[in-house]
């Protein structure tokens, strides 16, 4: 692949992840604001003695809430997932697998003109990697013992440049945002249930015999809210999976040898055994998800819907064919 398909290829998948990013930023005010519509509705014709929800008290609230839970997740994300692996700095190499790693680091840091992210390990025999942090100068890598093991120096330096890719890309913010806001709209959708079974009951006659539109928001934003968790869980991992693309084309950029990163996931996926230290709530910023290593195998229809990652194959793939040079015929 060209070095201009290749910027192409990486601002395609940046605009398609920003409109992935806004739709999920729309449902979510839908389902903040829905509530107080359809009551505000319900009770525009009654007669002025009754009570008339001007005011989105819900929503703001909601909001307000949903702000700090995120807020709170954004400030102290990447110590708690550091922490959820049972990772330690690198701080004083130690040995030849150390040493091999810290170098790797630095010279990815250089070819992709960032500061050096503080660097750990988790000590897990299964070959993994993943990158945490706001951006560059904030940012961690951490990639387990059992990838310093297996991995040959090239498709080390494979791996390293795909997360250094997520940290220029911001993909470490970005996802640190959208798990935030997964576990959010998973808190309101079970809260606003609770409060729905116990709040409607009595203020149902209004909505029975006033407006009709009232009935239809209403109808919808209870469907809304029932699959609130699972479309916003279906958005964030819809732009995980853009953005794994994108870092594998931009990590053959830094080292311009994307055959070591195919190399690399090759065995990755030869693993049969899951990574124990990373939980499911940090599996989708792994180069490859341990909790989907099956589901994310081959391509199709389940692995497109369901997978924080695109398929190993796919990834493979395309990464052999920006490999890929033509001999010539003279």
Known sequence: ????????????????????????????AWIGFGGDLSFYLATRDLPREQYHHVIPWGGIIITAVS?????YSWRHGAERVLASTGAREVLSPSGAEELRFAKIVEEMAIASGQPRPRMWIVDDDDPN??????????????V???????????????????????????????????????????LVSDMMGRSMRHGFRGKGGGSKKGNPL??????????????????????????SRKREFLADATGAQFTRNPEALARALEKIEAESAATKSIKRGVGH????????R?????????????ASHPPLAERIARLRTMSYRPTSDN
């Open 214 to 239: 009232a009935v239809i928001v209403l109808a919808l934003w209870l469907i809304s809210l029932i699959f609130a968790p699972l479309v916003t869980r279906l958005l964030a991992m819809g732009v």
């Open 129 to 142: 990697a993943f990158a945490t942090g706001k951006g560059p100068g904030t940012s961690h890598l951490a």
């Open 1 to 28: 692949m060209s070095e201009g398909n290749l910027f192409q290829q990486q601002e395609g998948n940046r605009r398609r992840s920003a409109l992935l990013i806004a739709g999920f930023v729309l449902f979510f």
């Open 67 to 71: 702000a700090g839970v995120a807020w």
């Open 144 to 186: 387990t013992s059992g990838l310093l093991a297996r991995l040959d120096r090239d498709e080390l330096q494979g791996v390293v440049a795909h997360e250094m890719a997520h940290i220029r890309n911001l993909d470490v913010r970005l996802m640190t945002l959208l798990a935030a806001m997964v576990g959010v709209v998973a």
């Open 285 to 292: 910023m792994c180069i490859v998800d341990p909790a989907e």
């Open 294 to 306: 099956k589901l994310s195998a081959k391509p199709g229809k389940l692995a497109d819907i369901f």
